[in-house]
């Protein structure tokens, strides 16, 4: 396993981040415990949830899974750089109670001490903002943080589906007030979507945060979507955003041109995508969200898959990126 550093942080983690998602809703507890041991023996060391993991009535289901695992002990929890989020409403399915979700100095101290209990840990490594919550001040925000770092609840703050200029307005609050401000950002970003980089990743590069691209795959539309609906079979084909994209005939072509270029080079598509992400400027690490132990296996030899210049010219061909901005959109 390859290590870098996170953003400007001294703080070392792998350069495959393991997505728990799936744990509970997907794979239940035995089998999300089994692909927590195989990524530790592969050496990823940073795993990364949500409070509102397991969903519906079951969120927090996933946080308790990895509660259990880390109470086996084994230098678990030490061994882990662990990451989860707060904004989604944790109340009762149905109920409608304020200050349950959000950005709130109010929720994010019970959310903290939720996700703690839930976690059987006493601190969380890096603190994420799941999404940008516009009606609370950053000096609201701000303050709250200071109080968890300084009781040593938390260590690191990232954001997750920020703006570029969400994350300057973070960090010139936080430097305002002389704290550290946001270290990481995660972001919607792969082959086929790579708007991120108009303005979220220079922003990211240029405040010191880490880029943590969720969907590398973008639904399994670049995990050999074509291929494994033509070869069909229980399982195999195409489904959710991946489905609906395909029948698109411009990005049915897209996709069908990747797969021809894979193919030719003997590579699989979804190792490719994971290991395209490893070579773009500022990203720490993509999530995989493996269901099972062969899934994570496969994600992990994208680590050591090196790609040549002529082939990452030729999926800038086929995947082109926006450019910077102003002139993505202004020449």
Not at 16 to 26: E, H, K, R, S
Not at 91 to 108: M, T, V
Not at 199 to 219: E, F, M, N, R, T
Not at 251 to 278: C, F, N, S, T
Request: glycine share 12%; hydrophobic share 35%; with cysteine.
């Amino acid at each position: 396993m390859e290590y870098t550093k996170l953003g400007r942080t001294g703080l070392k983690v792998s350069r495959i981040v393991l997505g728990t998602m799936n744990f509970g809703p997907q794979t239940d507890e035995a089998g999300s415990h089994s692909i927590m041991d195989t990524a530790h023996a592969a050496g990823i060391n940073f795993f990364d949830t949500a409070n509102v993991y397991g969903w519906g009535e079951n969120k927090g289901r996933t946080e308790e899974i990895l509660g259990s695992w880390f109470a086996q002990g084994g230098g678990r929890r030490e061994r882990t750089v662990l990451a989860t989020k707060v904004f989604g409403n944790m109340g009762s399915e149905g109920e409608r109670w304020p200050n349950q979700d959000r950005l709130s100095a109010l929720n994010i101290r019970r959310a903290v001490d939720a996700s703690l209990k839930r976690l059987q840990t006493d601190y969380i490594d890096l603190y994420q903002f799941h999404h940008v919550d516009r009606g609370t001040p950053w000096d609201e925000i701000w303050q709250a943080i200071d109080v968890l770092v300084q009781q040593g609840k938390i260590l690191y703050v990232g954001s997750s589906n920020h703006a570029g200029w969400h994350i300057a307005q973070a960090n010139e609050k936080a430097a305002q007030r002389g704290t550290y401000g946001l270290v990481s950002e995660q972001c919607l970003y792969n082959l086929a979507e790579r708007r991120a980089e108009m303005d979220v990743i220079p922003a990211a590069q240029d405040y010191g945060l880490g880029v943590i691209p969720w969907s590398p795959l973008h639904g399994g539309l670049l995990g050999g979507a074509i291929r494994k609906e033509t070869e069909g079979g229980a399982g195999r084909s195409a489904s959710g955003r991946s489905a609906d994209a395909l029948k698109n005939t411009k990005v049915r072509d897209q996709i069908q041109r990747y797969e021809d270029l894979l193919g030719k080079h003997g590579l699989e598509p979804g190792e490719v995508a994971l290991a395209w992400l490893l070579t773009r400027p500022g990203v720490t690490g993509p999530i995989v969200g493996p269901r099972t132990s062969e899934q994570l296996e496969s994600a992990l030899r994208a680590v050591e898959l090196k790609l040549g210049d002529e082939l990452l010219e030729s999926l800038d061909e086929i995947f082109p990126g926006p450019g910077p901005t102003p002139e993505a959109f202004a020449w």
